[in-house]
């Protein structure tokens, strides 16, 4: 009788053991995924705050002038010339 209920202390003891140990694991996991999102959805945003804004493209309003010259421009994605 003493011996059964020592091996039941036993196993008990050893499934807590058992289920905390696995309460740590899935804990550390979670902050760890929690902390690579946080790092990433950071430098989206810095990266968006760094980019170039575009530059409206505007008409002259020299009308003076018979002959226009091109004007040529980047605005961050390509090479824009208006004729």
Do not use: C, Y
Request: a positive charge.
């Amino acid at each position: 009788m003493i011996m059964q209920s020592i091996r039941t202390l036993l196993l008990t003891a050893a499934g807590i053991a058992f289920t905390l140990m696995a309460l740590v694991f899935t804990a550390s996991l979670g902050l760890a995924l929690a902390g690579i999102a946080s790092v990433l959805v950071i430098g989206s945003a810095i990266a968006t705050r760094l980019s170039p804004k575009p530059v409206r493209a505007t008409a002259s309003r020299n009308t003076h002038r018979q002959a226009r010259e091109p004007r040529i421009w980047n605005d961050g994605r390509g090479t824009i010339i208006d004729l």
